[in-house]
């Protein structure tokens, strides 16, 4: 069963939505997130998208979203202003004009 999780990238004025169909957990796309993150040595919103989803490692699964997925186990935010990254364990949806993810607890990341 794939751990499905959504992505947003906070930078300047924008938002950027990304899916990951599979290892969303913390320890997974989360540890992924940081990693990357380090490896760049920026919080350049526009360089971690481009880094995310332009394939440059073969078969990340990352890819923009266009709406609120209501299948996931896992949110998480990048704040490339304030220089963060959370997860949350998805507790439900909010169903309305588009959906929106309901926040559990927050998961740790390290």
Known sequence: MS???QIKITYLKREVLLYHH???YPEGVGLDLIKRQ???KTW???ILVDELIN???KDD???IA???HTDLDYWY???CNRKTIRCWKVKGYLLSDHAEVEKGEEVPLQ
């Open 55 to 57: 394939n440059k490692h």
């Open 61 to 63: 699964g990352y890819e």
């Open 77 to 79: 935010e990048v704040d």
């Open 22 to 24: 599979w290892d969303g």
């Open 66 to 68: 266009f709406q609120v």
């Open 3 to 5: 751990t499905r999780c």
């Open 44 to 46: 350049d919103g526009n």
């Open 38 to 40: 380090k490896h760049l």
